[in-house]
């Protein structure tokens, strides 16, 4: 991996969580404070929290707070989830730094506490298997892709910014004027986004 970490691969279609280490490693080196992470990365989310609620996982609770409650203002529903630090025996491996998966209880905290290995800064971790996708039209949208999380990063991005921001096509738009937009830009970067990230919505929006 991107991190020089070792994984034994034991389960080929568990193959997005090694991409997000090496995404996860380099959003580090370039210099991410904390990070918030979304993916669709387990049925065992889905299990245990069903296809309405994400599963949060955040290896420092301060952070993990703050998320919860950009979540709550944004009206996406979220669950604290541990990560059981006893689960990390899962993942040993003999020839390895670490397994890719563990057994398959509690397979969504396994994932998580894989992730966890590959930062050392602040990391949140939403598990979004569930409610990423709506089998019908629901009070925050129609059926189908939800785009779940867009809104609780837009919050992130104005707690730590301290300015309103709008979403437009997928796209920040700031509210009054260029200096708005460079605040919202390194709030993205304060939230985990990255500069490149960042720069890119700044520089298409203006």
């Known amino acids: 991996t991107l991190s020089g970490k070792t994984v034994e691969v034991m389960n080929t279609d ?15 080196r370039e210099g991410a404070e904390r ?7 387990t049925g065992a989310a889905v299990v245990a929290l069903g296809e309405e609620v994400a599963a949060l996982f955040a290896t ?4 993990g707070e703050r998320v919860r409650e950009a979540a709550e203002k944004a009206g996406e529903k979220v669950w ?3 990560l ?19 057994d398959r209880y509690g397979g969504a905290i396994a994932a998580a506490l894989f992730l966890a ?25 129609p059926a189908r892709g939800t ?12 707690a730590l910014s301290g300015r309103p921001l709008r979403a437009h096509v997928g796209v ?16 993205l970067v304060d939230a985990g986004l990255g500069q490149a990230a960042a720069l890119h919505l700044l520089d298409h929006e203006l």
């Open 117 to 141: 290995e590959f930062v050392q800064v602040p990391l949140v971790h939403l598990d979004i298997a569930g409610p990423a996708f709506a089998r019908k039209a629901h009070a925050l949208g």
């Open 147 to 158: 785009g779940f999380g867009v809104r609780t990063i837009l919050k992130v991005a104005e």
């Open 14 to 28: 568990a193959e997005g969580r090694l991409t997000l280490a090496d995404a996860l490693a380099y959003a580090e």
């Open 35 to 41: 990070i918030l992470e979304l993916s669709t990365l």
């Open 84 to 102: 059981e630090k006893a689960y990390r025996e899962k993942l040993k491996s003999p020839v390895a730094d670490l397994k890719n998966v563990g």
């Open 60 to 63: 420092e609770p301060s952070w």
């Open 80 to 82: 604290p989830m541990p």
């Open 172 to 187: 920040l738009e700031e509210a009054e004027g260029e200096e708005n937009a460079q605040d919202a830009a390194g709030g």
